[in-house]
């Protein structure tokens, strides 16, 4: 379980001048709320919140934020009222726990005929602040980690929102390492034996194709040394979830998928994002329909990177993502690396119609 002495290390990591006595206030209040609750796994409920936090402090949150996420239940579980939080917290935390509260009643009072992608839009409307959403999306990822204790009817409902409202709306927000967790634990769930069967599979082709992998990488960082591009170059297995996406989609056996490992290429300046791909295209060609500028035209949830598939060593297709250090912590956190919460005070008006203007275009988003 997590403490919540490492929460308030990991905020001070990049908040090193966080006033971290109202998280400590917020832990003392959900512990005592919370005291004589268990989850299903055995666990104090405690240790939820705690979790909720945690996932917020990897998007770096600030301290109202990360005290919403230790206090996101108590409404709802423990009879708080909203004045009362906005009493010992102020109006910002409490109006977060209020926002999230209302989320979560959208999905639980839907009728099955509402469409999924509608549910999407409703929550991303009606949050306005959205840190309500990523609160809600934290939430949602531990109850999926933990999803294996519920009864099977429970998990499969579970899983299938999931899948079909939470994850698409952390992709929308951008944030890919968060979308693919859910789909991968909501895959797990929906399709087991397909799921364990995949797992094992990558598993036996992962340990024959590291050489391979390693020649791949190899080649990329010498070419681009003697382009004189400072370069890290990543691998990367696909997650589960857009392997099986793809070998039903082009009716394909996993050993006959190539790419099932993308590589990821890490610059300084948005020159050397388009000095890099002139430099990969002049020794692998690129396939035609393949190659993509997001940098010059950013996807709404601000993701930013060039994109390319080309034919590698032995004939077979590479995908490559090239992008600044800049761009990559955008499209490992989306919108949450780009509107920073100060802590002395709420948005600005200006700040606040940006958001809502901007939430207003994602809801309409669409790929």
Not at 148 to 154: C, I
Not at 257 to 272: A, P
Not at 314 to 340: N, P, S
């Amino acid at each position: 379980m997590v403490r919540i002495n490492e929460i308030i290390d990991r905020l001070l990591s990049y908040e090193p001048k966080a006033e971290t006595e109202l998280i400590q206030k917020a832990y003392i209040w959900s512990a005592r709320l919370h005291r004589n609750q268990l989850r299903l796994s055995g666990l104090p409920y405690l240790s939820h919140p705690l979790e909720v936090a945690w996932t917020r402090t990897e998007l770096k949150a600030n301290e109202p934020t990360i005290a919403a996420g230790l206090l996101h239940d108590t409404i709802e579980d423990c009879e708080v009222q909203k004045e009362e939080l906005a009493r010992e917290f102020g109006d910002e935390v409490a109006n977060l726990v209020d926002g999230v509260t209302r989320v979560g009643k959208i999905s639980k009072a839907s009728k099955p005929e509402i469409q999924a992608e509608y549910l999407g839009k409703m929550i991303l409307a009606m949050a306005k602040d959205i840190r309500v959403v990523l609160i809600k999306l934290a939430d949602r990822l531990h109850n999926m980690r933990t999803l294996a204790y519920l009864p099977e009817p429970k998990q499969i409902e579970t899983a299938e929102e999931t899948m079909e409202i939470y994850a698409p709306i952390a992709h929308r927000l951008g944030i890919y390492w968060l979308k693919t967790e859910l789909e991968d634990l909501s895959f797990k769930f929906l399709k087991p034996e397909i799921y364990n069967r995949l797992v094992e599979e990558v598993a036996r082709i992962a340990s024959r194709r590291q050489e391979y992998i390693a020649r791949v990488q190899s080649i990329l960082k010498e070419k681009l040394a003697q382009a004189e591009i400072d370069a890290e170059v990543q691998g990367r297995l696909k997650h589960y979830y857009s392997i099986y996406q793809k070998m039903e989609q082009e009716k394909l056996s996993l050993e006959e998928i190539t790419d099932i490992y993308g590589f990821r290429i890490l610059v300084k300046t948005i020159r050397e994002c388009y000095e890099a791909l002139y430099v990969i295209h002049s020794f692998w060609a690129p396939v035609p329909g393949k190659i993509k500028d997001y940098i010059a035209l950013p996807k709404p949830n601000l993701y930013q990177s060039l994109h390319t598939t080309v034919i590698g060593p032995e004939g077979e297709r590479i995908e490559i993502q090239i992008r600044t250090w800049e761009m990559h912590k955008v499209a490992e956190q989306g919108i949450a690396a780009h509107w920073r919460y100060k802590k002395e005070a709420s948005l600005g008006q200006d700040e606040a119609d940006e958001q809502f203007d901007w939430l207003r275009r994602l809801v309409e988003f669409k790929e």
